[in-house]
């Protein structure tokens, strides 16, 4: 029975750190005035299947299924929570979102 209480915690801990890296998304978005739609896949399970479907094969994890956030412009997969941090840190973001960079961004620059 420890083994399956640890287990638990670890679980409670990985939707803890998914929800922040959701908020965290969503909050640069609405921050920059950029349009998105968030799609709870726990709620459609054609939506699930949907996403698993349209991540590259080389971005697909070496076991399980991807945990959200899973990022997308329309059709085109843009990458995960990491893809979108690492992008954020060097401040090209818009390029990862495939949008076009905004006058405060170093993308914007010659």
């Known amino acids: 029975m420890p083994n399956q209480r640890r287990f ?6 990985a939707e803890d750190q998914i929800k922040k890296r959701q908020q965290d998304v969503v909050r640069f978005l609405e921050a920059n005035r950029i349009e998105f739609e968030e799609v709870d896949i ?3 399970e054609e939506k699930r299947q ?3 479907k349209n991540i590259p094969e080389d ?7 991807p945990l959200p956030p899973q990022i997308f412009s329309d059709d085109r997969y843009c990458g995960d929570y990491d893809g979108f941090f690492e992008s954020k840190e060097s401040n090209t973001v818009f390029s990862f979102l495939g949008l076009k960079p905004t006058l405060a961004s170093k993308e914007s620059e010659p």
């Open 59 to 65: 971005r697909q994890p070496a076991q399980g299924n």
């Open 42 to 44: 726990t709620m459609s």
């Open 50 to 52: 949907w996403m698993y």
């Open 8 to 13: 638990q915690s670890c679980s409670w801990k």
